[in-house]
């Protein structure tokens, strides 16, 4: 059950909220977004995306349909901003902007209206609804960390300065516009700036993806997240393994031209398509390319992780499953983002040799929801009160569990069933994922979606009766699973 909003975090938030709002470092507060430009600030400062299309339109193309680009319209998105809304008076009003829509935030064109909005009662001008677009991220100049409260990365804690277009080639050259270098672009820092988030009233990392990165072995070895992020699934897996940024790996296959007029072959043109996890929205929404990327995500998630089982015999009958779940080439947790709604669990069944079932566990069921006692990783949030679990990101004080899986590591679970001496029999182990859940679903956008998942993980394996293999299959399903 989720609940009403806590007083006592309300009052953290809305009391960070009103003072610092008028801050000249912080114009735009909770969100930590600025920007460089004077006088009054209009969305035609920075460009449509479809103008840089005629000039990049490899870069166009991957863009087209990403998370990144319904990053404003996304209705999921959009129904928890319309909740949190309501029931903050408004202060998380910029705090969400300031990552969906940075140029709506600084132009102050964001407006809510449940009875006009026609994506979910946020409505924004121009080209500041297409969310985080190209002029968005190409003209960023700078990071605010150090005006944080965390003197950290995080709540878009970016400077943007309209005009130039800035980017990680040194010795770029365009006809249409300015060009400035800028290291920042090719450094896992530049997208921490909205890939961390800290609650505004507690400063308690509700999301902490950039961290997750920063100390793991990816970090270590100078992977960035552009390194996995923008190149083909493919190009990225071998990053994962390889343990090497793109650049040092040997014929990655992505070079070539920058634009297409460009007169420079450059050894790596990344991909604009940032493919996450997420593959129900795009496709949801209809947009154009939104298909594509699904399948890229759904690649994605079937080769991030793999999981192994082992069958221990205890006291007479009974037995012992132990799965182990790794993460082998997720450069943060799994799952990550907001971990206390993301749904990353176990489904097992064990049957013998005459298809009894002797242990069911993490099967959805006909409400379309994880039964009680499904093996999940995820974090578990509560409120300033202790109570939880809690599923809105502004309820969210602290999580009173963690049960992320970190990077090149692992979790194991164990499931008990009991098996009769010299019975042959079966064992199903799926690792599966959803970005939320029917409930969640249900209560922002009701009944009209039923949320599929992703199967990115099997091993099916027949043992005989002495319990020795007699076969194993790790072949996963393609495509979104139905929901029930």
């Given amino acids: 059950m ?17 003072g610092t709002a008028v801050a000249a470092d912080k114009p735009y507060a909770p969100s930590n977004v600025t920007t460089t430009a004077q006088g009054e600030l ?28 319904i990053a404003f319209i996304d209705p999921v998105f959009q129904a928890e901003w319309a909740l949190g809304e309501k029931e903050t008076n408004g202060a998380t009003r910029n ?11 600084i132009t102050q064109t964001v407006s809510f209206d449940p009875s006009k909005g026609k994506h979910g009662g946020f409505e924004t001008e121009g080209m500041a609804a ?80 950039y961290d997750e990165w920063k100390y793991s072995p990816y970090a270590q070895n100078g992977v960035q997240c552009q390194d996995c992020h923008m190149v083909p699934v493919e190009v990225a897996i071998r990053v994962a393994d390889e343990m090497k940024p793109v650049k040092e790996l040997e014929n990655h296959g992505l070079s070539g031209k920058a ?24 496709p949801l929404l209809g947009v ?32 012992t499953l132990h799965v182990t779940v790794h993460n082998n080439r997720a450069g943060h947790a799994l799952p990550t983002s907001l971990t206390f709604i993301r749904q990353l669990w176990l489904e097992v069944v064990v049957r013998d040799a005459n298809g009894n079932e002797l242990l069911r566990s993490g099967t959805i069921n006909a409400d379309n929801e994880l039964p009680e006692g499904t093996v999940i990783f995820q974090n578990k949030a509560v409120n300033a009160n202790g109570e939880g679990p809690q599923h809105k990101p502004w309820e969210v004080y602290s999580f009173s569990e963690q049960n992320t899986i970190p990077p090149k590591g692992s979790r194991t679970a164990n499931f008990a069933f009991n098996l009769p001496e010299g019975m042959a029999y079966s064992v199903e182990t799926r690792l599966n994922y959803r970005s939320f859940s029917q409930g ?19 091993e099916i394996t027949s043992y005989n009766g002495a319990g020795d293999v007699v076969s194993t299959t790790t072949d996963v399903k393609a495509g979104l699973q139905p929901a029930k």
């Fill in 259 to 282: 634009a297409r007029s460009g007169k420079v072959v450059r050894d790596v043109v990344h991909n604009h398509s940032f493919v996450g996890g997420n593959a129900v929205i795009a």
């Fill in 130 to 209: 297409t969310g985080v677009s190209c002029d968005t991220c190409h003209t960023v100049s700078a990071h605010t960390m150090l005006d944080t409260p965390m003197l950290e990365h995080g709540n878009a804690s970016i400077e943007l300065t309209p005009g130039a277009k800035r980017g990680p080639l040194a010795d770029s050259k365009s006809p249409m516009h300015k060009t400035v270098y800028s290291e920042l672009h090719g450094k896992s820092e530049f997208c921490a700036n909205c890939h961390n988030v800290f609650h505004p009233g507690s400063n308690f990392p509700i999301e902490r993806t």
């Fill in 42 to 69: 209009t969305t035609t400062q920075w460009q449509d995306p479809k103008r840089c299309k005629s000039c990049h339109p490899v870069q166009f193309e991957g863009w087209q349909g990403s998370m990144h680009s």
């Fill in 2 to 18: 989720i609940k009403r909003y806590t007083p006592v975090a309300l009052g953290l938030l809305l009391a960070l909220s009103a």
């Fill in 440 to 458: 969640a679903a249900t209560l922002l956008v009701g009944e009209k979606v039923r949320v599929p998942f992703v199967e990115m993980a099997t």
């Fill in 288 to 319: 154009e390319g939104g298909e594509a990327h699904s399948a890229e995500a759904i690649k994605r998630l079937q080769s991030a992780a793999s999981i192994s089982t082992k069958v221990e015999n205890g006291i007479g009958d009974l037995r």
């Fill in 95 to 105: 705090l969400c902007a300031g990552c969906h829509t940075p140029v709506g935030t």
